[in-house]
C-alpha cells in the first residue's frame, strides 16, 4: 500500500466516522444550585495526621 492510499484510506475513515452536522441545536445549560452541605459538615477542618517516620505516600 502506497503513502497516497493509505492517506485516501484515512481520509475515508475519517468521513465515515465524523458526527453529522445539526443545525437544530439547542445549548442546555444547567441552572445554578448551591452545593449542598453533608449532614455531618461541623465546619472543623481536619488535623494534619503525618505518615509514620519511613513511610511514603507511594503505591
Partial sequence: MS?????????????????APEDNFVIQTQPFYPSPR?????????????FPEGWYAAG
Fill in 3 to 19: 503513502e497516497v492510499e493509505y492517506d485516501l484510506l484515512l481520509e475515508a475513515v475519517h468521513t465515515a466516522i465524523a458526527p
Fill in 38 to 50: 453533608a449532614a455531618n459538615d461541623n465546619g472543623a477542618s481536619w488535623p494534619l495526621v503525618p
